[in-house]
T-cell receptor, first 110, second 115 residues
Framework: DAKTTQPNSMESNEEEPVHLPCNHSTISGTDYIHWYRQLPSQGPEYVIHGLTSNVNNRMASLAIAEDRKSSTLILHRATLRDAAVYYCILPMEYGNKLVFGAGTILRVKS | EAGVVQSPRYKIIEKKQPVAFWCNPISGHNTLYWYRQNLGQGPELLIRYENEEAVDDSQLPKDRFSAERLKGVDSTLKIQPAELGDSAVYLC?????????????FGEGSRLTVL
């Protein structure tokens, strides 16, 4: 099963873009890349997912490397409410199982 | 539309006591998950249901933990007897069939403290 590697923590200034990296060098051709985030004292929430092409939604953008061995979650303008733990996940068992790692703690400074 | 509902939000018990957590998933979601999250760590999957059937319970400590999902809707997770190391947040989540093309919806969690 493919695994992901993320930095333990990152820091950003408010109103600036944030690029959260994720390495998944053993990804298979059918593995989707999912991102979730967890705000303090809440359950995780879905952010975005993609397969090969870059993806955009109202929360963020997902940039996927051409070889798919890495991806980057982009928050275009960080706010204090974006301070959270961000998880990069490759669903397992034909897409029915999400295994969470430790994620990246994002701190946003005002 | 209501999200995933869990209760209780907080529970404090003494060790060796029993405890139960309840989860009501999003209407129409066939798949239900229970996760446990220890402080400073990511959620760990305990059990996954597809309708009434537990299809993955490999991480559930079966000597003291049990779960059920009657009629393929609500679910209950029970611990008996609780130990100090069971202190954690217990998260319930639900989804339509295939997560890898969709998303998992989580409840707010039930925080258990065992004294």
């Amino acid at each position: 099963d493919a695994k992901t590697t993320q930095p333990n923590s990152m820091e950003s200034n408010e109103e600036e873009p944030v690029h959260l990296p994720c390495n998944h060098s053993t990804i298979s051709g059918t593995d989707y890349i999912h991102w979730y985030r967890q705000l303090p004292s809440q359950g995780p929430e879905y952010v975005i997912h993609g397969l090969t092409s870059n993806v955009n939604n109202r929360m963020a953008s997902l940039a996927i490397a051409e070889d798919r061995k890495s991806s980057t979650l982009i928050l275009h303008r960080a706010t204090l409410r974006d301070a959270a733990v961000y998880y990069c996940i490759l669903p397992m068992e034909y897409g029915n199982k999400l295994v969470f790692g430790a994620g990246t703690i994002l701190r946003v400074k005002s | 539309e209501a999200g995933v509902v869990q209760s209780p939000r907080y529970k404090i018990i003494e060790k060796k006591q029993p405890v139960a957590f309840w989860c009501n998933p999003i209407s129409g979601h066939n798949t239900l998950y229970w996760y446990r999250q220890n402080l400073g760590q990511g959620p760990e999957l305990l059990i996954r249901y597809e309708n009434e059937e537990a299809v993955d319970d490999s991480q559930l400590p079966k000597d003291r933990f049990s779960a059920e999902r009657l009629k393929g809707v609500d679910s209950t997770l029970k611990i008996q007897p609780a130990e100090l190391g069971d202190s954690a947040v217990y998260l319930c989540a639900s989804s339509s069939y295939f997560v890898h093309t969709g998303e998992l919806f989580f409840g707010e969690g039930s925080r258990l403290t065992v004294l």
